[in-house]
């Protein structure tokens, strides 16, 4: 069963940069699979940021598109999210997620335990 | 404002029968994507409860079941235990947005 990880740190300067890492334990990154960032504002709902396959393939949300990056590390089995020029509104839990991606199935089947990040001077 | 829209909340008695609706559009549910749902304690990880509209994960409980017609998906949890109380969350796929779409989320609460 695989497990993810997310690391990075809790606490990012307004018009920062927000990075986090998440590890992949238990399976490949370089599967057939997508992996993904998804996050939670206070009080809020869930919302998909992006993805990426293994090739470097990326997705990403329409409005943060200008703003987000999202890479992978094959060597160390990890990918990464770095989102910029950040602001309130960008307080939230990080979650990173399998994706899997297959005609009209497209499913999150594994997460992360969730890391808060928040904005603040 | 949350793509797929689901009520706020819910409630029902140990042991009643519950359902969480989670209505989309033509680009996303009514385009025949198919619809996942998710549990969420706060503080843990959103655990996967069905996919593919009908289909639960291994472990799932068959008091869980999910169904899908037009733009629209349910959720039906039978056998309500105190353990159930949660968010749930119905998520699927936007062809206009390119990307995953959830609903707001509904409490679930167990009286």
């Known amino acids: 069963q695989v497990q993810l990880q997310e690391s990075g740190p809790g606490l990012v300067k307004p018009s920062g940069t927000l990075s986090l890492t998440c590890g992949v334990s238990g399976g490949s990154i370089s599967s057939s699979n997508w992996w993904s960032w998804v996050r939670q504002p206070p009080g809020k709902g869930l919302e998909w940021i992006g993805e990426?396959?293994?090739?470097?393939?990326?997705n990403y949300h329409a409005s943060l598109r200008s703003r987000v990056t999202i890479s992978v590390d094959k060597s160390n089995n990890q990918f990464s999210l770095k989102l910029s020029s950040v602001t309130a509104a960008d307080t939230a839990l990080y979650y990173c997620?399998?994706?899997?991606?297959?005609?009209?199935?497209?499913?999150?089947?594994?997460w992360g335990q969730g890391t808060l990040v928040t904005v603040s001077s | 404002q949350s793509v797929l829209t689901q009520p706020p909340s819910v409630s029902g008695a140990p042991g009643q029968r519950v359902t969480i609706s989670c209505t989309g559009s033509s680009s996303n549910i009514g385009a025949g994507y198919d619809v996942h749902w998710y549990q969420h304690l706060p503080g843990t990880a959103p655990k996967l409860l069905i996919y593919g509209n009908n289909n639960r994960p291994s472990g799932v409980p068959d008091r869980f079941s999910g169904s899908k017609s037009g733009t629209s998906a349910s959720l039906a949890i039978t056998g309500l235990q105190a353990e159930d109380e949660a968010d749930y969350y119905c998520q699927s796929y936007d062809s206009s947005l390119r990307g995953g779409v959830f609903g707001g989320g509904t409490k679930l609460t167990v009286l």
């Open positions: 990426i396959y293994h090739s470097g393939n990326t």
């Open positions: 997620a399998r994706l899997i991606a297959v005609s009209v199935r497209y499913y999150f089947d594994s």
